[in-house]
């Protein structure tokens, strides 16, 4: 892992997404997302209920990336210039070179290949640029959607981790999904033979 290339944001572009730093000026859209049901039920949190959530978790995300512990994007759809969804690391394991990936994404665009096209994106910045060896994404065991999203990028599945969070008042089962540099670099030459 390379933390050093946490020194400066980096901005990812993808066909029709722009990756960056979420700014206050896509506070409204932000809020949007974070305070929809049907988005934040399978995130692990409540939706957020005022602006001044949105504020506080906006900041949250950016001091994480200054303090070196997360990385969290948001996703700019380059045609409208909109905030539409987020999706980034965290849970930082520098000895194992290993982080955790996490996304959401504003339900208005689910089903557009959106989420795939952002997270092979930070996929190949996670092995490339920051030099990790391992991500895990864990998700809700009734989210086929976002199991379909992981495996598309080529994670496997690993397991299930029964009661291994307190979301939403109550312990919840996760998925375990996960990639290895190793397996990125063969699944990476597969697609662009395609």
Same mark, same amino acid.
């Given at each position: ?8 944001f =980096?901005v990812?572009?993808?066909?029709? &997404? ?8 896509? &506070? ?18 409540? =939706? ?5 959530d ?5 900041e949250?995300?950016n001091?994480?990336f200054?303090?070196?512990?997360? +990385? ?6 380059? $045609?409208?210039?909109k905030?539409i969804g987020?999706?980034?690391?965290h849970?930082?394991?520098?000895? $194992?070179s290993?982080v955790?990936?996490? %996304?959401? &994404? ?5 089903h ?7 997270l092979? @994106? +930070? ?6 640029t920051?030099e990790?060896?391992? +991500? *895990?994404? &864990?998700?809700? =065991?009734?989210? =086929? @959607?976002?199991e ?5 990028n080529g994670?496997?599945? *690993?397991g299930? /981790?029964?009661?291994?969070?307190f ?6 089962? /996760?998925?375990?999904? $996960? ?7 063969? %699944? ?7």
């Open positions: 892992m390379r933390l050093e290339a946490l020194d400066i =980096p990812i572009e993808t066909e029709r &997404l722009r990756l960056c730093k979420i700014e206050p000026l896509y &506070l409204e859209a932000f809020f949007d997302i974070f305070s929809k049901e049907k988005v934040m039920e399978k995130y692990g949190m409540f =939706p957020i209920t005022e602006l001044n949105a504020v506080w978790l906006i949250r995300f001091e994480g200054i303090n070196k512990r997360s +990385i969290r994007w948001g996703l700019i759809l380059k $045609s409208n210039n905030l987020t999706c980034g690391f849970g930082f394991n520098e000895l $194992s290993r955790e990936m996490g %996304y959401e &994404l504003n339900d208005l665009y689910w557009k290949g959106l989420m795939g096209e952002a092979k @994106a +930070i996929i190949k910045w996670g092995f490339t920051f990790l060896n391992r +991500i *895990e994404a &864990l998700i809700y =065991p009734d989210n =086929p @959607a976002s379909q999203v992981v495996m598309r994670f496997k599945y *690993e299930c /981790l029964r009661q291994y969070a979301f939403r008042n109550v312990y919840q089962d /996760l998925n375990m999904y $996960s990639l290895l540099k190793q397996e990125w670099a063969i %699944y990476e030459n597969i697609s662009r033979r395609r």
